[in-house]
C-alpha cells in the first residue's frame, strides 16, 4: 500500500536512483543528497515494512493470549498469574493499537499533503509499539514460566530476556546512531 508512485526506468538507462543505491562502485561519501521529498517516501515505504513485520508478531501473539482464558488450565491460575495474565492483554492490545494506528492515519490523512507529519508520527508510534510488544512478550514469557518452572528462576529467565530485548531492539540501534554521528562529525572536521 504504497502512499507515492514512483516513476520506473527500464533496464540499463541507469537513473540516478539507481545508481545511488545500486552500483558497486559507489560509496556511501558518494551518493547524491536525498531530496526531501524522496527522503519523506523513504522513510514511509521502511515504517510500512516495518509494520507488517511487527503486526504479524503482535497479531498471533494477541490471539495466542485471548485463547488462553478460554482452556481448562486457566482455571487453575493463582490470582498473581492472573494478574499478570490481565497486564500481558491489555499490553498486547496496546501494542497493536500503536502497531496498527500507521495504517488508520495514513488512510485518513492520505491526500492531505501531510506525509512528513504522517512519517512522523508513524515512526512514533512503532516505537511505543515496540516497547509495549516487548513488555508483552516478557509479560507472556514470565506467565508461562512461573507455571513450568516455579520460583526465581522463571523471574530471573525473564529478566535475562528482557535485557537481550533491550539490547537488541535498543542499545544496538542507539550505540550505531551514535557511531555514525562520530564519523560523520569525523569525516566533516
Known amino acids: 500500500m ?25 560509496e556511501p561519501e558518494q551518493e547524491a543528497p536525498e531530496t526531501p521529498h524522496e527522503r519523506v517516501n523513504r522513510r514511509w515505504n521502511e515504517i510500512l515494512q516495518e ?10 501473539l494477541f490471539g495466542f493470549l485471548l485463547s488462553v482464558a478460554f482452556t481448562p488450565l486457566f482455571r487453575e491460575l493463582e ?10 492483554v491489555v ?37 511505543c509499539g515496540m516497547v509495549l510488544l516487548a513488555l508483552t512478550i516478557g509479560c507472556t514469557l514470565l506467565l508461562i514460566l512461573r507455571f513450568v518452572i516455579p520460583g526465581v528462576l522463571a523471574e530471573m529467565l525473564v529478566a535475562g530476556v528482557m535485557l537481550w530485548f533491550g539490547l537488541c531492539w535498543y542499545a544496538l540501534p542507539l550505540y550505531l546512531r551514535r557511531r555514525a554521528d562520530r564519523r560523520s562529525r569525523a569525516s566533516e572536521a
Not at 503486526?55 to 498471533?60: A, E, F, M, N, R
Not at 495504517?103 to 512514533?124: C, N, P, T, W, Y
Request: one cysteine or more.
Open 51 to 60: 509494520t507488517r513485520v511487527t503486526q504479524t508478531g503482535v497479531q498471533i
Open 91 to 127: 499490553l498486547g492490545a496496546a501494542a497493536t493499537g500503536s502497531l496498527i494506528a500507521p495504517v488508520s492515519i495514513h488512510r485518513f490523512l492520505s491526500g492531505q499533503r501531510m506525509k512528513d507529519d504522517v512519517v512522523e508520527i508513524a515512526g512514533r508510534l512503532m516505537m
Open 2 to 26: 504504497a502512499v507515492t508512485e514512483h516513476s520506473v526506468e527500464p533496464e540499463g538507462q541507469n537513473g540516478a536512483c539507481c545508481r545511488r543505491h545500486d552500483s558497486p562502485q559507489a
Open 79 to 88: 490470582a498473581l498469574d492472573r494478574g499478570i495474565y490481565v497486564a500481558t
